[in-house]
């Protein structure tokens, strides 16, 4: 869950977190690492593709005054209906251009890409002073870079109260081996299906599979059945499958309704590959007893799955039968955008999400990306990385007043979401909206109008997102400067950024126990983004790597450390302690004072741990500053009883060097104290405290391992909220 915060001053800074708890008894200490530095080695993982960029400056694109849709083939050509001059119009950017083609006309069109990584443009064509009409395609192959001439696919009537709308449909499938399907509803109501074998088949003569039931009479209402749902798949064997139903509902004069008229017909069939027929329509008990907003789609590793009304149902290639249903936490139902690795993402039209989780077979937490997105406004493509990209237009307010319409971005990979990027100007009383694809980089593009509330000055604008940075120390939210991370006292973690560019500058994640602590961890796994190390309140201790801007959910992705780490009553983390461009973790014993060095082993995990001092029991915080001298090695900072602050610098060996003094008579008003990166954006990694009052305080970092006097940086009206820093 998103909240919205203005209420901090000046620069932002982050406190060291200092992981305090019960001291236990130092045989428990001593179990909870070794199994710790058992479970932390025992797998390695492939290299880990770079994370999204940051998004590139917005371009203009000339002359279009709406997206209407906008898909990319497998090749990575993208294909745009937009409107221009009044008119609907088709334009393609070929894989490998960064240039649009000149537009042609495409009225009544739709724009679909199927499984196979093809794009389709299906058209009806209407002859005169006749029911029958003509259905046509043009195609671009999956890896292609222009359609092809256009075709008649066949003719037929059509229905024209599809979602109570006179606009006909037809939706068309296809699987890699080209055998391709289309599936409309005709003017009786009937499903109707043709098919062929390959892109330069035959294609077949129309069959009716089945028909909406007849209207429900009453003796003062009647009750007609209205077609909500059509969807076809291919699977990869070729097993063609259909799945379409709808809804009686109430077309009288007024008379009260009779609530018992009120019914659902949702059907599925099948045609297995190699058969000559389809199988009869049947009920599927994974739709529920009201379906509406369901998704079928075929699933990348064999069979199909689907979603309806939250529920979610896989049916496996040569399984006999469905699944049963697992509820996703979603009410309504939604897009399904399957990853290399096997996770599903969920995204529904409210911008509802969830993630299936293939590691582990269950459903990680599912949120609501914002609860003021304009209705019909979201879409959702995956990129190269298995990472989906969400955008929608989100209402932003001023006194409970709508002052703009934003076109909003959020990256989701997983079950972790990125922190709300606004792609348009900040300009109020504007409407943006639009659509994203991937282009042939595995990039997400997008492509919005902005315009005056009145629908007047339309322009669109296109950006997509760039080369990523390898990451400084503390930065999450790609602002160029470092980030704070803590927990709320409202069971959310928290990430305060520097973001002037977005309205939001506290991101959130819910729901975290109270007393969940949080360490501010370096680039783990080698995506050029930093993660995030949590140690619950009975002592698990879990490694997130979230997606790059963002923060986990507890349910999210993670890898465990240890079942119980509560043994140490101190946690750190300070970047590179052996010298391999890895960063490290950093523990204290809370029964010996001791800190133990747990060196990243360079895959997927941390060695065992190595004592590197002894009896640290005299300093009441051991906080981990980053690189403060630019030797390129973590340092770390220790507050003694007394009040002085020392240095100890790390020696790129896994040790440290001789404590250095660097503050006397320090700290003894602050409850919080981080290294906090480079916050003021010298250049220099920063230290920030968070003093008895909640007031926040930096000490700027001079880059020679001290700091310049302390300067106000936030005040207790907002850091009051948080419950800890990190």
Same mark, same amino acid.
């Given at each position: 869950?998103?909240?919205?915060?203005?209420?901090?001053?000046?620069?932002?800074?982050?406190?060291?977190?200092?992981?305090?708890?019960?001291?236990?008894?130092?045989?428990?200490?001593?179990?909870?690492?070794?199994?710790?530095?058992?479970?932390?080695?025992?797998?390695?993982?492939?290299?880990?593709?770079?994370?999204?960029?940051?998004?590139?400056?917005?371009?203009?694109?000339?002359?279009?005054?709406?997206?209407?849709?906008?898909?990319?083939?497998?090749?990575?050509?993208?294909?745009?209906?937009?409107?221009?001059?009044?008119?609907?119009?088709?334009?393609?950017?070929?894989?490998?251009?960064?240039?649009?083609?000149?537009?042609?006309?495409?009225?009544?069109?739709?724009?679909?890409?199927?499984?196979?990584?093809?794009?389709?443009?299906?058209?009806?064509?209407?002859?005169?002073?006749?029911?029958?009409?003509?259905?046509?395609?043009?195609?671009?192959?999956?890896?292609?870079?222009?359609?092809?001439?256009?075709?008649?696919?066949?003719?037929?009537?059509?229905?024209?109260?599809?979602?109570?709308?006179?606009?006909?449909?037809?939706?068309?499938?296809?699987?890699?081996?080209?055998?391709?399907?289309?599936?409309?509803?005709?003017?009786?109501?009937?499903?109707?299906?043709?098919?062929?074998?390959?892109?330069?088949?035959?294609?077949?003569?129309?069959?009716?599979?089945?028909?909406?039931?007849?209207?429900?009479?009453?003796?003062?209402?009647?009750?007609?059945?209205?077609?909500?749902?059509?969807?076809?798949?291919?699977?990869?064997?070729?097993?063609?499958?259909?799945?379409?139903?709808?809804?009686?509902?109430?077309?009288?004069?007024?008379?009260?309704?009779?609530?018992?008229?009120?019914?659902?017909?949702?059907?599925?069939?099948?045609?297995?590959?190699?058969?000559?027929?389809?199988?009869?329509?049947?009920?599927?008990?994974?739709?529920?007893?009201?379906?509406?907003?369901?998704?079928?789609?075929?699933?990348?590793?064999?069979?199909?799955?689907?979603?309806?009304?939250?529920?979610?149902?896989?049916?496996?290639?040569?399984?006999?039968?469905?699944?049963?249903?697992?509820?996703?936490?979603?009410?309504?139902?939604?897009?399904?955008?399957?990853?290399?690795?096997?996770?599903?993402?969920?995204?529904?039209?409210?911008?509802?999400?969830?993630?299936?989780?293939?590691?582990?077979?269950?459903?990680?937490?599912?949120?609501?990306?914002?609860?003021?997105?304009?209705?019909?406004?979201?879409?959702?493509?995956?990129?190269?990385?298995?990472?989906?990209?969400?955008?929608?237009?989100?209402?932003?307010?001023?006194?409970?007043?709508?002052?703009?319409?934003?076109?909003?971005?959020?990256?989701?990979?997983?079950?972790?979401?990125?922190?709300?990027?606004?792609?348009?100007?900040?300009?109020?009383?504007?409407?943006?909206?639009?659509?994203?694809?991937?282009?042939?980089?595995?990039?997400?593009?997008?492509?919005?109008?902005?315009?005056?509330?009145?629908?007047?000055?339309?322009?669109?604008?296109?950006?997509?997102?760039?080369?990523?940075?390898?990451?400084?120390?503390?930065?999450?939210?790609?602002?160029?400067?470092?980030?704070?991370?803590?927990?709320?006292?409202?069971?959310?973690?928290?990430?305060?950024?520097?973001?002037?560019?977005?309205?939001?500058?506290?991101?959130?994640?819910?729901?975290?126990?109270?007393?969940? $602590?949080?360490?501010?961890? !370096? #680039?783990?796994? *080698? +995506?050029?983004?930093? &993660? =995030?190390?949590?140690?619950?309140?009975? %002592? @698990?201790?879990?490694?997130?790597?979230?997606?790059?801007?963002?923060?986990?959910?507890?349910?999210?992705?993670?890898?465990?450390?240890?079942?119980?780490?509560?043994?140490?009553?101190?946690?750190?983390?300070?970047?590179?302690?052996?010298?391999?461009?890895?960063?490290?973790?950093?523990?204290?014993?809370?029964?010996?004072?001791?800190?133990?060095?747990?060196?990243?082993?360079?895959?997927?995990?941390?060695?065992?741990?190595?004592?590197?001092?002894?009896?640290?029991?005299?300093?009441? $915080?051991?906080?981990?500053? !980053? #690189?403060?001298? *630019? +030797?390129?090695?973590? &340092? =770390?900072?220790?507050?003694?009883?007394? %009040? @002085?602050?020392?240095?100890?610098?790390?020696?790129?060996?896994?040790?440290?060097?001789?404590?250095?003094?660097?503050?006397?008579?320090?700290?003894?008003?602050?409850?919080?104290?981080?290294?906090?990166?480079?916050?003021?954006?010298?250049?220099?990694?920063?230290?920030?405290?968070?003093?008895?009052?909640?007031?926040?305080?930096?000490?700027?970092?001079?880059?020679?391992?001290?700091?310049?006097?302390?300067?106000?940086?936030?005040?207790?009206?907002?850091?009051?909220?948080?419950?800890?820093?990190?």
């Amino acid at each position: 869950m998103i909240m919205q915060s203005r209420a901090l001053l000046g620069s932002a800074l982050i406190p060291v977190l200092a992981l305090t708890v019960a001291a236990p008894s130092a045989a428990s200490a001593a179990t909870g690492t070794a199994t710790t530095a058992t479970t932390a080695t025992t797998a390695t993982t492939a290299a880990v593709p770079a994370g999204l960029g940051s998004w590139t400056t917005p371009k203009e694109l000339p002359g279009v005054t709406r997206v209407i849709d906008l898909e990319s083939a497998r090749g990575g050509t993208m294909a745009g209906l937009f409107t221009q001059d009044g008119k609907t119009v088709l334009s393609v950017r070929p894989a490998g251009s960064a240039t649009w083609q000149q537009t042609e006309p495409a009225a009544g069109a739709t724009l679909q890409r199927t499984d196979d990584g093809a794009l389709t443009l299906l058209w009806w064509v209407t002859a005169a002073d006749t029911e029958q009409r003509t259905l046509r395609m043009s195609r671009l192959a999956p890896d292609g870079t222009a359609f092809g001439p256009a075709e008649d696919v066949t003719t037929g009537t059509l229905a024209t109260d599809w979602r109570g709308v006179g606009t006909p449909l037809a939706t068309v499938a296809a699987n890699a081996a080209g055998r391709q399907a289309v599936a409309w509803m005709d003017k009786d109501h009937r499903l109707t299906v043709v098919e062929r074998s390959g892109p330069q088949g035959t294609w077949s003569a129309p069959t009716a599979l089945d028909r909406l039931p007849d209207p429900i009479v009453r003796p003062d209402n009647v009750y007609n059945y209205t077609l909500r749902d059509l969807h076809l798949a291919v699977a990869t064997d070729g097993t063609l499958a259909a799945l379409w139903g709808g809804n009686s509902y109430y077309t009288g004069d007024g008379v009260d309704p009779d609530p018992s008229a009120y019914q659902w017909y949702y059907k599925y069939l099948e045609k297995p590959a190699g058969a000559s027929s389809w199988t009869a329509p049947r009920d599927l008990p994974q739709l529920g007893e009201k379906p509406q907003q369901v998704t079928l789609a075929a699933h990348p590793k064999g069979g199909f799955h689907l979603l309806s009304r939250g529920n979610y149902a896989r049916r496996t290639a040569g399984s006999a039968d469905w699944a049963p249903a697992e509820n996703i936490g979603i009410a309504t139902g939604g897009e399904l955008l399957t990853a290399p690795n096997g996770d599903v993402t969920v995204v529904s039209p409210g911008t509802a999400v969830a993630t299936r989780l293939a590691s582990r077979g269950t459903w990680a937490g599912a949120r609501e990306l914002t609860g003021y997105a304009e209705t019909g406004s979201v879409s959702a493509a995956q990129t190269a990385n298995g990472a989906v990209v969400v955008t929608y237009t989100q209402k932003r307010f001023e006194a409970s007043r709508t002052v703009r319409r934003d076109f909003v971005t959020q990256t989701l990979a997983g079950g972790s979401a990125s922190k709300p990027r606004t792609l348009n100007t900040l300009t109020n009383a504007t409407t943006s909206t639009g659509r994203v694809a991937t282009d042939d980089k595995g990039r997400p593009l997008a492509v919005w109008m902005q315009s005056a509330d009145d629908g007047s000055s339309r322009t669109s604008f296109t950006a997509t997102t760039g080369t990523r940075s390898l990451p400084k120390w503390h930065e999450y939210a790609d602002t160029t400067r470092s980030d704070i991370l803590g927990l709320s006292r409202s069971q959310a973690l928290n990430m305060f950024t520097q973001d002037t560019g977005n309205p939001l500058v506290t991101y959130q994640t819910r729901s975290w126990p109270t007393g969940t $602590r949080a360490v501010a961890f !370096g #680039d783990f796994d *080698g +995506d050029r983004c930093n &993660d =995030v190390i949590v140690r619950l309140p009975g %002592g @698990e201790a879990r490694l997130y790597t979230p997606v790059c801007g963002g923060l986990p959910v507890p349910d999210s992705a993670y890898k465990r450390l240890s079942q119980d780490w509560s043994g140490y009553d101190t946690l750190l983390a300070a970047g590179d302690q052996t010298g391999d461009g890895r960063p490290d973790l950093l523990a204290r014993d809370a029964a010996t004072g001791n800190i133990y060095l747990y060196a990243h082993n360079g895959t997927d995990g941390f060695k065992a741990r190595v004592k590197i001092r002894s009896a640290w029991t005299g300093y009441k $915080r051991v906080i981990g500053a !980053g #690189d403060l001298n *630019g +030797d390129g090695f973590g &340092d =770390v900072l220790a507050l003694d009883k007394s %009040g @002085e602050l020392w240095r100890y610098n790390g020696t790129g060996t896994g040790t440290l060097k001789d404590r250095v003094r660097v503050f006397s008579d320090w700290g003894g008003s602050y409850k919080d104290v981080i290294g906090a990166g480079d916050l003021n954006g010298d250049g220099k990694n920063d230290l920030v405290s968070r003093d008895t009052s909640d007031n926040l305080w930096l000490n700027a970092g001079k880059g020679t391992g001290t700091f310049a006097g302390r300067t106000q940086a936030g005040t207790a009206t907002y850091w009051k909220t948080w419950a800890s820093l990190a």
